[in-house]
């Protein structure tokens, strides 16, 4: 590959974060034949992480009905806010804009910059969903 002495970032000034992930359902006790795999050599899998995560909507699933989705989610102590939007290629493969908040509710001004728009705004100061959960990683 040849360089031209022009960066992706010159390219795509304003490309927002990606997000691609691949989730599996597996029943629990075959986690460590799948970490013995060939296929994740190398790999490490993280400690369990209890998250509590609340998701956001309009009543009319503004957010939804444009392929995004609001939540906030506390792991380690931190209340992290996280929007992420179909990017065309599938559920997995989306982007998403991540930022540290300071209440269980969205900071709107925090989501500025993102695929958020003002219109959808309004109406998001309930949670319609609430998710309890352990989180294994690997990477």
């Given amino acids: 590959m040849r360089d031209y002495g022009v960066s992706s970032a010159a390219c795509f000034p304003m ?14 006790d075959s986690l460590p034949r799948l970490t013995r795999s060939s296929l994740l050599k190398g790999a490490v899998v ?10 956001f909507d309009t009543d009319k699933l503004a957010l939804r009905s444009k392929g995004l989705s609001l939540r906030v989610r506390r792991v380690n ?4 806010q996280t929007i992420k939007q179909e990017n065309g ?21 925090a989501a500025r910059d993102t695929a958020l728009q003002t ?5 998001m100061d309930q949670g319609f969903a609430r998710l309890d959960a352990v989180l294994k990683t690997l990477s």
């Fill in 89 to 109: 290629a599938g559920v997995f493969d989306r982007h998403e804009w991540e930022q540290d908040v300071r209440a269980r509710q969205p900071d709107l001004d």
């Fill in 46 to 55: 993280s400690r369990p992480k209890p998250v509590v995560s609340i998701y």
């Fill in 119 to 123: 219109g959808m705004k309004e109406g």
């Fill in 15 to 28: 490309a927002p974060p990606r997000e691609i992930e691949l989730k599996l359902d597996l029943p629990v």
């Fill in 77 to 80: 102590g931190r209340l992290v």
